[in-house]
């Protein structure tokens, strides 16, 4: 392959080598995807000197994409399906001429596909390779969830299809259902909560009004009002899409549907109907499974929590408990220590109601309690095959509970969840359930009780001043007053009302000796609570002030989820 242009530019520069410039160019045409594209997601050439050369090269301006304001983007010029299909990103408009950004200046299609669209002569301007994908982010997200704006996007054409947890009746359409502005409308709200970050989507009817509400960072935000006679349309459109029976409104119904974004990253929904006073109130639960990638540094544990978690991983037998309510993040943890143990060495495998997220190498189970598979049947099946690792989705009964700490007490590493407060009350609430005191001392080996903190902005948290008084009642220790400053929320466009993301708290107990000793005592969750203290773990409350001090959150938020004042 004869080198010109770009790659021509770059070796004649000496900013990467003859063999490395061929190899990246020829594994570029093979993939179809731009030379450009390639040498930066493969760190092999900086975007910031790719993007000088390139304009050196083509004789094309240069611009700094952060120092433009997103407002003086015109707006509805070029519609999506072209901004996204060429990476092409419509910067200003000069009479008859619009300047596009692209990072490659030799995509001519792009600049003649555009020009053909807008009726307009177009210009390239060069800009960093890395930053692209965000500003195109950014200035899509600027539109309506009504029905004006969705302008000509290629939301009809969204690849959709239904999951497959079970038979869910019969594979039905309605007009009602197929209606294209109905069908663009969900589309456009599924697209949003998943850009937004959220965790679900409710579909709420009620007597003179309809609202759609979207979960994010853990709080519920309204974001359209459709008119409320759409309510029967936009239910038969997501029962269509979740492969629901639309003629059942009387009872709940349970379903999945996959939204797949690229050939690569496909988004779960879970589905759940449930009739009301004035129609079906219809959830998507939305399941992501690069949650279960982010890596434990992510999560938000301690140095020593980590190191606890870690080891307990590494051991060969014993039962890992997580707990916390639900939205807690318990499910992100668990398959963050699956993905850990997902190796081609390990037998693993889970039962789950439902599967939430999909890992390859794990062999996965969604319970059924109609024909008779429930946690203790999967558990049972899963012994007679040889597992190193074995999960449960949630320990419900006694008969779950003994089959899981038989099975960590006889060579198998066992990882659960328990719907309760605190670490200490998971071993009671065991005990409760009729699991006999030694047996729950000699099998499980740690707890992790969590809750999910909203994360203070970056940009715009700002200092608060608390009373000493204040801060000593709240928990923390006379001593440390002064060394530390309190943050609390501001807002700005960056955030939500001062908050973007969340961190998790933790209380991560081993079950050391004396703690056993105290279980087999039958002692009260205050009495282990007392001991864990006096080994030297945190609990939530404690946990929750270190992330107060460390700026990552406010006093009001860890308030909110722990047992605050």
Do not use: W
Request: proline fraction near 4%; glycine fraction near 8%; aromatic fraction near 4%.
């Amino acid at each position: 392959m004869n080198l010109s242009g770009l790659a021509k530019k770059l070796l004649n520069e000496g900013v990467i080598a003859e063999d490395a410039i061929r190899s990246a160019s020829e594994t570029a045409h093979k993939q179809k995807i731009p030379l450009v594209t390639y040498l930066v997601q493969n760190n092999l050439v900086p975007a910031r000197t790719i993007a000088l050369a390139a304009s050196d090269e083509f004789g094309t301006p240069l611009i700094e994409l952060d120092s433009m304001s997103q407002d003086a983007y015109p707006k509805e010029l070029v519609n999506e399906k072209l901004v996204r299909k060429h990476r092409a990103l419509p910067l200003f408009k000069r009479g008859t001429r619009l300047y596009v950004a692209v990072s490659d200046p030799t995509n001519l299609q792009a600049l003649d596909e555009i020009k053909f669209n807008t009726g307009l002569s177009t210009e390239a301007v060069v800009v960093d390779e890395d930053k692209l994908d965000g500003a195109i982010d950014r200035y899509l997200e600027g539109t309506d969830t009504g029905f004006s704006d969705l302008g000509d996007t290629d939301l009809d054409d969204l690849d959709i299809e239904a999951g497959t947890d079970d038979d869910k009746g019969p594979d039905v359409t309605a007009e009602a259902a197929d209606d294209a502005p109905i069908v663009r409308f969900v589309n456009k709200i599924l697209l949003d909560a998943i850009k937004m970050g959220a965790s679900d989507i409710h579909f709420e009817p009620y007597e003179k009004a309809y609202r759609i509400r979207l979960r994010a960072d853990g709080i519920l935000r309204e974001v359209a009002r459709p008119p409320v006679n759409l309510a029967p349309k936009l239910a038969a459109r997501l029962k269509v899409m979740s492969q629901l029976d639309i003629s059942e409104r009387r009872l709940p119904q349970d379903g999945r549907i996959k939204l797949k974004l690229s050939k690569t990253r496909a988004i779960d929904f879970r589905v759940n109907s449930l009739p009301t006073l004035f129609g079906e109130k219809i959830v998507l639960r939305i399941l992501d499974p690069d949650s279960a990638k982010l890596g434990i540094d992510m999560l938000g544990y301690e140095e020593d929590q980590k190191d606890l978690f870690m080891k307990a991983l590494e051991q060969p037998q014993g039962m890992i408990l997580v707990t916390g309510p639900t939205g807690s993040g318990k499910t992100v943890s668990l398959y963050t220590g699956l993905n850990i143990l997902n190796t081609p060495e390990r037998n693993i495998s889970t039962a789950e109601d439902p599967a939430e997220i999909n890992l390859e190498g794990i062999n996965q189970v969604n319970v059924n309690t109609k024909v008779g598979l429930d946690f203790g049947a999967a558990l049972r099946a899963f012994l007679r095959q040889d597992p190193d690792i074995v999960m449960v989705g949630e320990i419900r009964d006694l008969e779950t509970a003994e089959i899981a700490i038989k099975a960590a007490q006889t060579g198998h590493l066992v990882l659960s969840t328990l719907h309760t407060n605190s670490a200490p009350e998971t071993l009671t609430r065991l005990r409760n359930m009729g699991v006999p005191a030694f047996n729950i001392a000699t099998s499980v080996s740690l707890i992790i009780a969590q809750r999910l903190a909203r994360r203070l902005c970056k940009s715009c948290k700002k200092p608060i001043d608390v009373p000493k008084e204040t801060l000593i009642a709240e928990g923390f220790k006379e001593g440390e007053i002064g060394s530390f400053t309190i943050y609390g929320p501001h807002g700005c466009d960056k955030c939500v009302n001062g908050y973007k993301g969340r961190v998790g708290i933790y209380e991560v107990v081993k079950v050391t000796d004396g703690i056993s000793r105290i279980i087999m005592e039958e002692g009260n969750a205050i009495q282990i609570a007392d001991a864990a203290r006096a080994e030297g773990f945190n609990d939530l409350r404690a946990s929750g002030l270190k992330k107060v001090k460390d700026g990552l959150t406010s006093l009001a938020e860890v308030n909110r989820v722990t047992t605050g004042h």
